[in-house]
């Protein structure tokens, strides 16, 4: 993930200094198109990457579902649910620090779109170090506690992250854009392994892959668009805080209610 923010601000850095006032026009398509590139690399990665052990031995058992996704509705529509939901945290916040803030900051602060790229540039490579670091954490204190702490720290800081904006400060804009990862950080780092070993193994691909792209239709996807509109009724970056505060109590219960395996045996199927 940080790579790929990276790479992708530094790509439209480059394009919009190239391009200058004609960005909007024609500068943005630039990277819009180099993206086809990133598909086809994506999709020969993924048709070689090796199954894990346990969907091996599966295999190998002959004991994998022939409908894998009708039948972890089935049988775990709750974790389901609770996946995407535990997510709001994390996703809503995301795109509002990565995507909504361009337009809020350059509309309402006055700064320019060339220095937001390179504040969240500065951002994904923190995110270098916070989710290995956050995720390391995960496994040694529980990853459901982590995730906890993560959810309750973005409900809060969400308020912060206005008032910094809020001050006008260059200074303060490019701290706040840079720590506004951190709390999601310590969500993702943990998330991939709390929400995979919530499903049973012969349909954890399935079930979790369910849950997480969900969330980005409920949560992820609409964030900017709802942050827009708050901002337009209530002229406040502090109602947008209020949504992110909203959607980390979602989460928490959403995570309090999930199973968690951690360093527990995740290969023999649940009951």
């Not at 004609?22 to 199954?51: C, D, K, Q, T």
């Not at 912060?160 to 969500?187: K, Q, R, T």
């Not at 505060?245 to 989460?251: D, K, N, T």
């Amino acid at each position: 993930m940080p790579a790929g923010l990276f790479i992708a601000n530094l790509v439209v850095l480059i394009c919009s200094e190239l391009s200058g006032p004609a960005f909007l026009s024609w500068g943005w398509r630039i990277p819009f198109a180099l993206s086809i590139v990133l598909v086809a690399i994506g999709l020969y990665i993924r048709l070689r990457i090796m199954e894990t052990p346990v969907f091996t031995r599966l295999q190998q058992q002959k004991r994998i579902e022939r409908r894998p996704m009708l039948e972890v509705l089935k049988r775990q529509p709750k974790e389901v649910i609770l996946s995407a939901l535990a997510r709001m945290a994390e996703q809503a916040p995301f795109y509002i620090f990565t995507a909504f803030v361009f337009s809020y900051a350059t509309g309402q602060l006055d700064v320019t779109r060339d220095f937001l790229l390179a504040a969240v540039m500065c951002a994904s490579l923190v995110s270098f170090f916070t989710i290995p670091i956050f995720g390391h954490l995960s496994d040694r204190m529980g990853r459901r506690r982590v995730y906890l702490v993560g959810a309750i720290v973005t409900g809060i800081f969400g308020f912060a992250y206005f008032g910094m904006l809020s001050s006008g400060s260059a200074a303060w804009i490019f701290v706040a854009v840079i720590l506004s990862l951190v709390p999601h950080d310590m969500m993702y780092g943990p998330q991939a392994a709390l929400i995979a070993e919530s499903f049973t193994p012969r349909l954890r691909y399935s079930g979790s892959s369910m849950g997480y792209q969900l969330a980005s239709i409920i949560a992820g996807g609409p964030a900017p668009l709802i942050a827009a509109a708050l901002f337009a009724h209530y002229k406040s970056g502090y109602a947008i805080a209020v949504y992110i505060l909203a959607c980390a109590v979602l989460s928490v219960i959403a995570t309090l209610l999930l199973p968690d395996y951690t360093n527990k045996d995740v290969s023999e199927e649940y009951a």
